[in-house]
């Protein structure tokens, strides 16, 4: 997607210029893993304009391969335009917001089905979803879900954020489907939006969870996930503290092998907050592919957020691991 934000937080509503760059969720994980050294490969439809051109040589500049792209013409895709928001940078006690125009897109309006999966995602092992794909449209749906089919098959690693935004669907519709996606995922980030009902049958496992969960709340919720999914190998979510639009606080918690582990908590100033879920992912996903330790690997995806918010546009340009892990071991203490 195209992202315009008024420089000097300014509001849009007297903004004489904007700054552009792009991101989005699953460009912002290959981004941030190309740059930490994973290679990284990176599927998406833009059309075969300069604008989609420009977001593709972005991706490029950070070593993501972009091979698997399509550019489409207007015969694919009628609109024939790249998403866009609009970001209005929060400071103070002001939030951020964000306002999308990204309905009829070139990604949300071409036809999937006939992509052979089988090429896509040929000589990998690792897949990465979010749960905002689908959201876009029944093509993009139907493609979530086959494509995280296609991938067990072949055996590779799947990676899942549900990622629930209420611009783009119900929470019904979000839970529904991501439910669906639950029993070919691997690797579970965030906790919403699915369906778990109690083993009583009365309501979601969720209805009495507090936003801000403390630990055995937390593992609690992870053990439901595990009985009921048992393929599932690792599940993460982090936890936000806002005290205000510019200082923030993050924590997560983590199911993996067996066990609930809790990170430090990290206090910090804000740059620039979009991202910050995705550079959690990524970072996790690093991790795991290090073969980190269970409390390394929490730690470690924590920080990795924390230095995003530090920087400008969505994704995590953060090159050197020592930088992440310096952050992720100073001297903080857990608070439940």
Not at 41 to 59: E, H, Q, T
Not at 84 to 103: A, M
Not at 180 to 188: A, G, I, N, W
Request: with cysteine; glycine share 6%; aromatic share 12%.
């Amino acid at each position: 997607m195209l992202r315009l934000t008024p420089p000097n937080y300014d509001k849009i509503r007297v903004a004489t210029h904007f700054e552009a760059s792009y991101g989005g969720s699953e460009a912002n994980i290959a981004l941030s893993l190309a740059n930490l050294g994973i290679d990284s490969s990176f599927f998406s439809v833009v059309p075969d304009n300069s604008i989609g051109k420009s977001a593709i040589r972005m991706l490029r500049s950070n070593d993501v391969h972009c091979s698997p792209v399509i550019l489409s013409t207007p015969e694919d895709t009628p609109t024939h335009r790249l998403g866009i928001y609009y970001l209005e940078t929060g400071y103070g006690i002001r939030p951020s917001k964000v306002t999308y125009d990204r309905k009829h897109s070139a990604f949300s309006e071409y036809d999937y089905s006939n992509v052979d999966l089988d090429a896509l995602l040929e000589g990998f092992n690792w897949l990465h979803m979010s749960g905002i794909t689908p959201a876009l449209s029944k093509s993009c749906a139907d493609f979530t879900l086959s494509i995280m089919k296609k991938a067990k098959e072949k055996n590779l690693i799947v990676s899942f954020d549900g990622n629930f935004r209420s611009t783009l669907w119900s929470w019904k519709e979000a839970r529904d489907f991501c439910t669906k996606c639950l029993p070919y995922v691997d690797v579970l980030l965030g906790i919403e939006p699915y369906n778990l009902p109690r083993e009583d049958g009365t309501g979601d496992v969720k209805d009495n969870i507090p936003y801000q969960p403390n630990y055995e709340q937390q593992a609690d919720v992870f053990d439901t996930f595990v009985r009921a999914y048992p393929n599932i190998k690792c599940i993460a979510r982090h936890v936000r503290y806002a005290h205000t639009g510019s200082e923030n606080s993050l924590k997560a918690f983590m199911w993996y092998d067996g066990k609930t582990y809790e990170s430090k908590l990290f206090t910090f100033t804000i740059l620039d907050r979009v991202g910050g879920g995705d550079a959690f992912a990524s970072g996790l996903i690093y991790a795991m592919m290090k073969e980190y330790s269970p409390e390394d690997m929490v730690n470690f995806a924590v920080a990795s957020s924390v230095i995003k918010h530090t920087i400008r546009g969505d994704g995590n340009i953060t090159d050197d691991v020592k930088s992440i892990k310096s952050i992720m071991n100073m001297n903080y203490d857990i608070k439940r």
